[in-house]
């Protein structure tokens, strides 16, 4: 094989790995909802193993995106791809044996936590030394091409994952009822299909020079990627910077509410469609999936089809998507039929859709080109920690009141409004030599 086939051909695999691994664990979250309400788990419960696993994931990414410069990419996208495999086969089998009254649901849910725990911890060595390999083996012109061609793998895997995962819902294989985790068994199963592939075709690549490698933020329903991973793994060395520093503190507040609001509301929607709809859990996937569905496709359209059209600056990103993401939660909270819910949801993620390459694209061209790496680390990390804490609140929240996430999320983007008006400045690339490097949006 060419030189440059071999090069199709890893970038091939790469792309397949970041899409396993965001659809497979979206697919899972679409379904945990449904999953929760059957073993009569507490919504709390179930939103306790999505922050279990963000928690992890915003921990060990940094770590394994280290060790990866060190030790070789095959090494880590194999501990990776083996760690999504195993985390989600345990949890496979944890549910199984709740659903078929083996154990109590409850325990069956605690142990698919600690299942999770597998996840977060070893699942996030593949995403960085994945970004690494494509960005050692491309040139520095093909390179921001490559690697954002490579993130939107998991745009469309938060879009893959809810599509398919009511299609995986299995009945009776020897006289064992499969049900809701069907969806675990069979990405697991992806999983070791992908270890076997990367292990025969990947080439060995210990002690090579190639690339950087930057923590990535955890694949989470509404978690698209902003962009700030791939300035992170193409910046040069940089200045460190402290979050807050005054050049980058109103982008940090702004990023950490916009993004708790996003998962707030992200992580409830399951709950809500059982709920408004008065559907048993069985019939919700097909619901859940296609307001999820919905709302990944706008993102993704405000991501990849408006914003490279409209030529706004970041303030004007993050100001427009406040305002669209305002309303949509506020109506999603209120909605009563699926399209209502559907269409509010939608309207929720367009704004998000806007507010987060603006977050990722202002805190960036606030420094110069020595903070970049710093600057896109710290986005990467507040995204990822809006995913620890917001799905518990949300969900703690719904369980009180209903559409409370929803209206206090909407609340909180509009006082984020007044906030981003007055603090956030205008921010254009400026001249080399105290230039602000490009953002990827």
């Known amino acids: 094989m060419s030189r440059r086939g071999a090069a199709d051909r890893d970038f091939a695999l790469m792309f397949l790995v970041m899409l396993t691994i965001a659809a497979g664990n979206t697919a899972l979250q679409s379904v945990l909802p449904a999953l929760g309400r059957s073993l009569h788990v507490a919504d709390s419960g179930v939103a306790a193993a999505f922050s279990v696993s963000a928690l992890l994931w915003v921990i060990a990414a940094p770590y394994w995106a280290k060790r990866s410069d060190h030790h070789g990419r095959r090494a880590m996208i194999l501990l990776g791809m ?8 345990l949890c496979g089998v944890f549910l199984l044996a709740g659903i078929n009254g083996w154990i109590s649901g409850p325990l069956a849910f605690l142990l698919f936590i600690g299942g999770r725990l597998v996840y977060g911890s070893f699942g996030a060595a593949a995403p960085p030394a994945v970004q690494a390999l494509v960005a050692g083996r491309t040139t520095r012109e093909e390179r921001t091409k490559a690697l954002t ?12 994952g809810p599509a398919i995962a009511p299609y995986l819902i299995l009945g009776w294989i020897g006289g064992v009822h499969i049900g809701l985790a069907g969806p675990a068994f069979i990405f697991s199963a992806f999983g070791v299909a992908m270890v076997v592939t990367i292990y025969r075709m990947l080439p060995y690549d210990a002690g090579m020079p190639i690339g950087h490698a930057a923590a990535n933020a955890y694949p989470s329903i509404g978690g698209q990627s902003s ?12 200045e460190q910077i402290g ?9 940090m507040v702004a990023g950490l509410v916009m993004g708790h609001a996003q998962a707030m509301t992200g992580q409830a929607i399951g709950f809500l469609v059982i709920d408004r709809l008065q559907l048993a859990p069985a019939d919700a996937l097909q619901p859940t999936g296609l307001v999820l569905i919905i709302g990944a496709g706008a993102a993704l359209l405000a991501q990849w089809g408006l914003i490279p059209n409209l030529n706004l600056d970041p303030r004007r990103l993050v100001l427009v998507g406040l305002v669209i993401a305002a309303v949509g939660t506020a109506l999603t909270g209120l909605a009563t039929s699926l399209y209502g819910i559907a269409l509010a949801y939608g309207l929720a993620s367009l704004g998000f859709g806007f507010t987060r390459p603006g977050f990722t694209a202002g805190a960036s061209l606030a420094v110069g080109p020595e903070a970049q790496g710093s600057v896109a680390g710290k986005v990467t990390s507040i995204n990822g920690a809006s995913f620890v804490l917001g799905p518990s609140i949300g969900v703690g929240l719904y369980e009180l009141f209903k559409p409370l996430p929803y209206l206090i999320a909407s609340a909180a983007l ?3 409004l007044g906030y981003a008006w007055v603090r956030l400045r205008e921010v254009t690339p400026a001249a ?10």
């Open 82 to 89: 083996g760690g999504f495999a195993v985390s989600l086969g």
């Open 149 to 160: 061609l490579l993130a939107s793998a998991f745009g469309l895997g938060t879009i893959l």
């Open 227 to 238: 962009g700030a991973s791939i300035t992170a793994a193409t910046a040069p060395s940089s």
């Open 243 to 251: 979050y807050r520093d005054p050049r980058i503190r109103a982008w």
């Open 414 to 416: 509009v006082a984020m």
């Open 432 to 441: 080399p030599g105290g230039a602000a490097a490009d953002p990827v949006i």
